[in-house]
T-cell receptor, first 113, second 110 residues
Framework: EDQVTQSPEALRLQEGESSSLNCSYT??????LFWYRQDPGKGPEFLFT???AGEEKEKERLKATLTKKESFLHITAPKPEDSATYLC??????????????FGAGTQVVVTP | DAGITQSPRHKVTETGTPVTLRCHQT?????MYWYRQDPGHGLRLIHY???????DKGEVSDGYSVSRSKTEDFLLTLESATSSQTSVYFC?????????FGDGTRLSIL
């Protein structure tokens, strides 16, 4: 059975204190891995797509990396505006032309001044 | 902003009544999706559409139906609402994956 697990569930950081979020997955075949950011009362906002092990993507203070079993979202020198819930999702490789996304439960990040 | 509008934003209704949620997009994206989000479960796909009148089931489709008669509109119907369908519902659009989400409809079924 395909599974996506995010850890930790919650993370409290001081402003400037770098940290990493983990997304581990067990799927029959990976087409892509996605990261989203979600603010309270809002829909998820797309951040990155990673397709193969070793790939990295960066956006401002965020950097996503991918291995064959997990992905990390590194937050470098976070600011209070980085506070949000970060979701990862995997797109499973299937015989269909379209692979459905399976989401993890998310990591809630709070950055205090 | 991908121009996704969900309506209503909040709704309270009673068990057994039909409910329809609407998603409207202005970006002409081919794919549209309906998800529900519940604590501890993450986002789960209900139904999706890959074109006008082309729809398919997701992982939690029981009790839900959808229709897409125009590119810009995707409707989700709860045929006879149950308390287990109390949730936050999100519509999304994209080319092959959900990249743009609406701000959700909070639905409470009493």
């Amino acid at each position: 059975e395909d599974q996506v697990t995010q850890s930790p569930e919650a993370l409290r950081l001081q402003e400037g204190e770098s940290s990493s979020l983990n997304c581990s997955y067990t799927v029959s075949g990976l087409r892509g891995l996605f990261w989203y950011r979600q603010d309270p009362g809002k829909g998820p906002e797309f951040l990155f797509t990673l397709y193969s092990a070793g790939e990295e993507k960066e956006k401002e203070r965020l950097k996503a990396t991918l291995t064959k079993k997990e992905s990390f979202l590194h937050i470098t020198a976070p600011k209070p505006e980085d506070s949000a819930t970060y979701l990862c999702a995997v797109q499973v490789l299937t015989t269909d032309s379209w692979g459905k996304l399976q989401f993890g439960a998310g990591t809630q990040v709070v950055v205090t001044p | 902003d991908a121009g996704i509008t969900q309506s209503p934003r909040h709704k309270v209704t009673e068990t057994g009544t039909p409910v329809t949620l609407r998603c409207h997009q202005t970006e002409n994206h081919r794919y549209m999706y309906w998800y529900r989000q519940d604590p501890g479960h993450g986002l789960r796909l209900i139904h999706y559409s890959y074109g006008v009148k082309d729809t398919d089931k997701g992982e939690v489709s029981d009790g839900y139906s959808v229709s897409r008669s125009k590119t810009e509109d995707f409707l989700l119907t709860l045929e006879s609402a149950t308390s287990s369908q109390t949730s936050v519902y999100f519509c999304a659009t994209g080319q092959h994956q959900p990249q743009h989400f609406g701000d959700g409809t909070r639905l409470s079924i009493l």
